[in-house]
């Protein structure tokens, strides 16, 4: 069932992105995520920011109750179809007047050794409410078809990214802000441009995002930009490219170990 209007379908193909300002689960099944995210962050380890939980279900086959969810596959498969792939997903909590910058970048920056084409959806599913008081995230409409861009090298302590677009490559005037109410979400194209700022704010920010990819994207078995390999999931429907997926029943924590180093080292 599609959960996108006519008018929200066209608004995404046109500008990139789209803030979806309805609640996406239940009440129940909502705090039940939050709730779970929370006992997650209780139990990082000191050397691990809350801003750098990345692919959690690679050791937390839970999460797969929401990433597989009806809710958030029936928001994208208007956009990618009904043959649905898992790409990734990413724990991004900003922690209330330290949270780190989120550098301008586009996604599928990272993934160019990863899949063919790069024809990804990020669902960023707000756990906290996201404000422009707290660091949330900024998009630049309709750039998410202009190619792959220049970067620069930036202090990763305090950007969660070791780089950045050059400046003077797009017009931040044009920015436009992604505030959200908890259990709202936004999705973006894979090539729109965005970031967030640091959050100095005294709430915390925090957002879920899932990744998604239609199935006849072929799954390249290379490394992202980060050093880290990877693993996609079947989702919905049927595979269509011949790719090989991870199950959702296993954990993995040789994966998660590999990109949990990578980070540490800057990469």
């Given at each position: 069932?599609?959960?996108?209007?006519?008018?929200?379908?066209?608004?995404?193909?046109?500008?990139?992105?789209?803030?979806?300002?309805?609640?996406?689960?239940?009440?129940?099944?909502f705090q039940?995520?939050?709730?779970?995210?929370?006992?997650?962050?209780?139990?990082l380890?000191?050397?691990?920011?809350?801003?750098?939980?990345?692919?959690?279900?690679?050791?937390?086959?839970?999460?797969?109750?929401?990433?597989?969810?009806?809710?958030?596959?029936?928001?994208?498969?208007?956009?990618?179809?009904?043959?649905?792939?898992?790409?990734?997903s990413?724990?991004?909590?900003?922690?209330?007047g330290a949270?780190?910058?989120?550098?301008?970048?586009?996604?599928?920056?990272?993934?160019?050794?990863?899949?063919?084409?790069?024809?990804?959806v990020?669902?960023?599913?707000?756990?906290?409410?996201s404000?422009?008081?707290?660091?949330?995230m900024?998009?630049?409409?309709?750039?998410?078809?202009?190619g792959f861009?220049?970067?620069?090298?930036?202090?990763?302590?305090?950007?969660?990214?070791?780089?950045?677009?050059?400046?003077?490559?797009?017009?931040?005037?044009?920015?436009?802000?992604?505030?959200?109410?908890?259990?709202?979400?936004?999705?973006?194209?894979?090539?729109?441009i965005?970031?967030?700022?640091?959050?100095?704010?005294s709430?915390?920010?925090?957002?879920y995002?899932?990744?998604?990819?239609?199935?006849?994207?072929?799954?390249?078995?290379?490394?992202?930009?980060?050093?880290h390999?990877?693993?996609?999931?079947?989702?919905?429907?049927?595979?269509?490219?011949?790719?090989?997926?991870?199950?959702?029943?296993?954990?993995?924590?040789?994966?998660?170990?590999?990109?949990?180093?990578?980070?540490?080292?800057?990469?």
């Open positions: 069932m599609s959960l996108l209007g006519l008018n929200e379908f066209e608004f995404y193909g046109a500008e990139g992105y789209l803030l979806y300002k309805k609640p996406v689960f239940s009440p129940s099944k039940a995520l939050k709730d779970h995210f929370e006992e997650k962050l209780e139990a380890p000191p050397e691990v920011r809350p801003e750098e939980m990345d692919v959690p279900h690679f050791t937390d086959t839970k999460l797969f109750e929401w990433l597989f969810a009806d809710e958030v596959l029936d928001l994208v498969e208007p956009i990618i179809g009904p043959d649905i792939v898992l790409f990734s990413h724990f991004i909590s900003k922690p209330a949270g780190k910058r989120v550098p301008w970048h586009e996604d599928a920056s990272y993934w160019k050794q990863m899949i063919s084409p790069i024809e990804v990020t669902v960023w599913l707000a756990i906290d409410d404000t422009a008081e707290n660091g949330c900024y998009v630049i409409p309709r750039t998410q078809h202009h861009s220049e970067y620069d090298e930036v202090d990763i302590s305090k950007n969660l990214f070791p780089i950045e677009i050059k400046q003077g490559r797009f017009d931040e005037s044009r920015s436009v802000p992604c505030e959200l109410k908890a259990n709202e979400a936004s999705l973006h194209h894979s090539g729109l965005h970031g967030s700022p640091a959050n100095t704010s709430k915390r920010r925090t957002g995002t899932m990744r998604y990819m239609p199935a006849t994207v072929k799954a390249l078995g290379g490394k992202s930009e980060l050093g390999p990877h693993l996609n999931y079947l989702a919905r429907g049927h595979d269509r490219a011949g790719n090989i997926y991870g199950d959702p029943n296993k954990e993995y924590p040789e994966l998660a170990r590999y990109v949990s180093l990578n980070r540490r080292r800057g990469r």
